[in-house]
């Protein structure tokens, strides 16, 4: 069986492919963030230009809202750090004009990715939102390219 996940999907994704003992043949991300704290901080800085000035300090404060009620920070959630571990085939698709997740998360995933059998995908002219559609007559066959040469029995 093999993992896709989109967004914070693809987050998901990756760390779960990066667990020990993992049964997964392969895993594709598209456009997840390389770290939670991120997308808090483009989101704060999208809101408004004084939020923008201040966003160091409601980072902080949304971060100690998310341990409080779930036991975590932001920053703890670390896919590009997890994919260090991977050791299975790996797609990672990223739109070249997102601007919630920058491509240069995408980049730093991929990068942490070890061994040969990982491809980095550049979506041309692709957001956050429209990765799929942006890019979709090739990207799907890629996709179903992908899946179907590693998953095999």
């Not at 004084?50 to 409080?68: D, E, N, Q, Y």
């Not at 942006?134 to 992908?146: I, R």
């Amino acid at each position: 069986c093999g993992l896709f996940g989109l967004s914070q999907g693809g987050a998901i994704a990756l760390q779960t492919a990066a667990r020990p003992g993992s049964r997964w043949s392969a895993v594709t991300s598209v456009s997840a963030f390389a770290s939670l704290d991120q997308p808090v901080r483009y989101t704060a800085n999208g809101i408004s230009p004084m939020l923008a000035k201040i966003t160091p300090f409601t980072t902080a404060a949304c971060a100690c809202g998310v341990r409080c009620r779930v036991g975590f920070f932001p920053s703890d959630i670390q896919p590009a750090t997890a994919a260090a571990s991977i050791r299975i085939p790996a797609l990672i698709v990223h739109g070249d004009q997102d601007t919630f997740i920058p491509i240069r998360a995408g980049e730093s995933i991929f990068k942490a990715i070890p061994g040969p059998d990982k491809t980095f995908r550049a979506i041309k002219g692709a957001g956050h939102h429209n990765v799929l559609s942006t890019g979709s007559h090739e990207l799907y066959a890629d996709l179903c390219a992908f899946f179907l040469e590693r998953c095999r029995p």
